[in-house]
């Protein structure tokens, strides 16, 4: 049966266009994705998606670490550095990675000196697909993303608003939870946001 309306032709080669991304996509991940998709979603916005989940899985991998080293920060071991060298050190950091579309959040209990020894031992050293970033972009650093025990009790201690350690402890009757206190740095505000 022939088609006569051309913008049914756009919507098939659209529609396959997004099934082979699809595909590509299953293959790249070696079926290990978990993906779900609105019925009302615009195709023109499922395929945009279906690309960027493909280029991502295509990326080459690499670290922030080699990233700041690649445009010529410096990244000297924090023992290296005196106190004064550390925090301007440690702001070049935070200033570049915002460049690189990448922001820090929770930072307020670390000194200086931790968190740029956190940055350099673990954080900028966790590899990741080097994937193409806008103004859009944007990669967040949360220093107490792990949800470890401790990160948890951190975040409880000095960020987590009262209604969230309610709702916590009515999920986790058994929690000890920490007294609140006020973060002892001030540097969260200071931070460059998307």
């Given at each position: 049966?022939?088609?006569?309306?051309?913008?049914?032709?756009?919507?098939?080669?659209?529609?396959?266009?997004?099934?082979?991304?699809?595909?590509?996509?299953?293959?790249?991940?070696?079926?290990?994705?978990?993906?779900?998709?609105?019925?009302?979603?615009?195709?023109?916005?499922a395929e945009s998606f279906w690309q960027n989940v493909v280029a991502y899985e295509k990326?080459?991998?690499?670290?922030?670490?080699q990233k700041l080293l690649d445009v010529g920060i410096n990244l000297p071991p924090p023992e290296e550095l005196s106190d004064e060298q550390l925090t301007a050190k440690l702001w070049e950091v935070i200033d570049q990675l915002a460049r690189m579309r990448a922001f820090l959040e929770r930072t307020d209990h670390l000194s200086d000196r931790?968190?740029?020894?956190?940055?350099?031992?673990?954080?900028?050293?966790?590899?990741?697909?080097?994937?193409?970033?806008?103004?859009?972009?944007?990669?967040?650093?949360?220093?107490?993303?792990?949800?470890?025990?401790?990160?948890?009790?951190?975040?409880?201690?000095?960020?987590?608003?009262?209604?969230?350690?309610?709702?916590w402890l009515t999920d986790f009757p058994d929690y000890e939870m920490p007294a609140h206190e006020e973060p002892p740095y001030d540097r969260d505000r200071y931070l460059p946001k998307r």
């Open positions: 049966m022939a088609i006569d309306d051309p913008n049914d032709l756009e919507r098939v080669d659209q529609e396959i266009r997004i099934n082979e991304l699809k595909e590509q996509a299953a293959e790249l991940t070696g079926g290990e994705m978990t993906a779900w998709e609105a019925d009302d979603c615009p195709p023109d916005l990326a080459p991998l690499t670290t922030k670490f931790e968190l740029y020894t956190e940055l350099w031992t673990n954080l900028l050293r966790e590899v990741n697909p080097d994937y193409p970033v806008d103004e859009n972009s944007a990669w967040h650093l949360d220093i107490l993303g792990g949800c470890s025990e401790e990160d948890i009790y951190i975040s409880m201690k000095f960020y987590t608003d009262e209604e969230e350690r309610q709702r």
